[in-house]
């Protein structure tokens, strides 16, 4: 949630001892292996196992502001309007960094929320409401605004959720600044949304925002590609009678297929969410990365002792590579959800079970 404000994760990371394919130990920082610096920020389970990492730090801040607008409509259409204003709020130029966002859109309703790292009366400048004025009769949105200390983040939930196995499937699509929905997108999306059947009765659409400080890297700079991204739209299907149908897989398929086509997204995809879908995983995970980054595997992993169905591959000097697994031992699910997603399917999960 500081990533807008303080970068990825990986952007904090100054140096991290590492374990190499051969066994040696080595260190990674800029001035220390600086390829396999650059390979672990984004693509690290492709070159070592790190076993130590040293991070910088940052002030935490002081009053935060957290907000929900929890939305309900007579249909998932009717949230088309809803969705236009709030990317419309983010999308303007130098947009506050200070605000995060998540939509979540389910069977059950949408909600947007997320922490303002300010005050209320700099929350309430940023003027929300007026975003969304523009949503027909068939709308109501009821909004919760909190202000705390920083030091009473933290959700007790994520221990509550913990082991809790759902069989699922997930897929991300990004969205940039070149590649925004136009209403005529929006209302396409959202029609296929509400129409086509699920397989499921949970299912999730989050919408995640990005940017701020997490583009003022060049995306060359670390292995992580995705730095151009306005927002990712992540999307999940949980079955609760054991695996997930093929009418699932086809409504997130279809979905990530249709934004495509609608908005000219291209088939870049969050790194980790394993998707056994995608037609060439390693430019969706790290797009114009992938050559330096297989280079830079031939040279510290080239038996390919780090491997899995779509991590980096040894590329031989006749142009050749060795693939990883094959792909049908690939798992039906992503290898790891968000923090707000799993809240979120425990959430929603819960409220299912509960008809």
């Known amino acids: ?16 001892q590492c374990v190499l394919g051969n066994g040696t130990i080595v260190t990674a920082s800029a ?3 600086p390829d396999l610096f650059f390979a672990i920020r984004g693509a690290g389970f492709s070159f070592a196992i790190v076993t130590e990492f040293t991070v910088k730090t940052a002030p935490a801040p002081s009053d935060i502001t957290q907000y929900t607008y929890n939305v309900t409509a007579k249909d998932i259409t009717s949230y088309a309007g809803t969705f236009e204003g709030w990317q419309k709020l983010v ?3 130098n947009f506050d960094r200070r605000f995060s966002s998540t939509i979540t859109l389910s069977a059950t309703g949408m909600i947007i929320a997320g922490t303002y790292y300010g005050s209320r009366n700099d929350f309430d400048a940023l003027n929300i409401p007026s975003f969304m004025s523009g949503n027909d009769s068939s709308i109501n949105m009821q909004s919760t605004i909190t202000t705390s200390q920083f030091k009473m983040l933290g959700d007790p939930a994520l221990t509550a959720s913990a082991g809790f196995p759902l069989p699922f499937y997930a897929k991300s699509v990004k969205t940039t600044n070149a ?3 136009s209403r005529s997108a929006i209302n396409d999306i959202f029609s296929y949304i509400n129409a086509t059947d699920k397989g499921s009765i949970v299912w999730l659409v ?3 925002l990005e940017g701020g400080a997490i583009a ?3 995306q060359n ?3 992580y590609w995705n730095r151009d991204a306005l927002y990712f739209m992540q999307n999940y299907i949980v079955s609760l009678t054991g695996s997930v149908s093929d009418a699932s897989k086809n409504f997130l398929n279809g979905l990530s297929k249709l934004v495509q086509e609608k908005t000219g997204a291209d088939q870049s995809a969050y790194p980790g969410y394993v998707d056994p879908a995608l037609e060439n995983p390693q430019k969706s995970y790290w797009g114009e990365n992938v050559q330096r980054l297989q280079t830079i595997k031939a040279t510290l992993d080239p038996d390919n002792v780090f491997r899995n169905p779509q991590s980096v591959m040894v590329t031989g000097g006749n142009g050749t590579s060795t693939p990883p697994v094959p792909r049908q031992n690939m798992p039906n699910s992503a290898a790891g959800l968000s923090v707000r997603a799993v809240l979120s399917l425990v959430l929603v999960v819960g409220v299912a079970m509960c008809f």
């Open 31 to 33: 001035t220390s292996n």
């Open 179 to 181: 590649t925004i929905w």
């Open 1 to 16: 949630m500081l990533s807008r404000q303080l970068g990825l994760g990986a952007d904090q990371i100054v140096s991290a």
């Open 206 to 208: 989050i919408w995640d």
């Open 216 to 218: 003022d890297i060049a």
């Open 91 to 93: 999308s303007q130029p």
């Open 221 to 223: 700079t670390t292995a």
